[in-house]
């Protein structure tokens, strides 16, 4: 089985500030990692995605997310934060070939920018 | 534009009711799915499509029945809807490789 979990519900963060949104996955085997935004009352967007290659991925609006398989984590950070950025953020797993084209998503994390 | 569209935008039905969703993408996708979002939950799978003509389950199939006429439309179909089928349910297209276009959302509120 897959999981995705973003252990912060919350975060909250001044305007030009770095901030720095945690993910940490379960899978047996090589994940696909992506990162979606929710602003308030719309639909998810696509901001990146891990495949393979490189470990830092960058994505739009500026965001950046670090893969590291030593500890299954697929961290999105973003330097310096924008009051636009506030919005909830997904962190989603697809599980390779099994269950191949079915993303699980994390519980997401609701990122407010003061500023 | 490519885009997903759902229909109806938000409905309020009642307990015991058949509500229909409609899902429909010009995104030239294969893939198609349908999630459910709860505060608390994240976004559940409930039915995805490979194909038409063919459906399978998600991780909450339970309660809901998806249909999938054509490569473009999507339905998910709760023949007796009940009260904690309240939510908002986002349709999404892909091709494949897990990036997903979302349609905009359907709030659905059982009374």
């Known amino acids: 089985a897959q999981s995705v979990d973003q252990p912060d519900a919350h975060v909250t963060l001044s305007e030009g500030a770095s901030l720095e949104l945690r993910c940490s996955y379960s899978?047996?085997?090589?994940?696909?990692l992506f990162w979606y935004v929710q602003y308030p009352g719309q639909s998810l967007q696509f901001l990146l995605k891990?495949?393979?290659?490189?470990?830092v991925v960058k994505g739009t609006k500026g965001f950046e997310a670090e893969f590291r398989k030593s500890n299954s984590s697929f961290n999105l950070k973003k330097s310096p934060a924008h009051w636009s950025d506030s919005a909830k953020y997904f962190c989603?797993?697809?599980?390779?070939?099994?269950?191949?084209?079915?993303?699980?998503f994390g519980k997401g994390t609701q990122l407010i920018i003061q500023p | 534009e490519a885009a997903v569209t759902q229909s109806p935008r938000s409905k309020v039905a009642v307990t015991g009711g058949k509500v229909t969703l409609s899902c429909h993408q010009t995104?030239?996708?294969?893939?198609m799915y349908w999630y459910r979002q709860d505060t608390g939950h994240g976004l559940r799978l409930i039915h995805y499509?490979?194909?038409?003509?063919?459906?399978e389950k998600g991780d909450i199939p339970d309660g809901y029945k998806a249909s999938r006429p054509s490569q473009e439309n999507f339905s998910l179909i709760l023949e007796l809807a009940s009260l904690s089928q309240t939510a908002v349910y986002f349709c999404?297209?892909?091709?494949?490789?897990?990036?997903?276009?979302f349609g905009p959302g359907t709030r659905l509120l059982v009374l």
């Open positions: 999404a297209s892909s091709a494949g490789t897990g990036k997903c276009c």
């Open positions: 899978y047996s085997a090589a994940p696909y």
């Open positions: 891990y495949i393979t290659g490189d470990t």
């Open positions: 989603a797993l697809e599980g390779g070939t099994e269950g191949a084209d079915r993303l699980t």
């Open positions: 995104n030239n996708h294969d893939y």
């Open positions: 499509s490979y194909v038409a003509d063919s459906t």
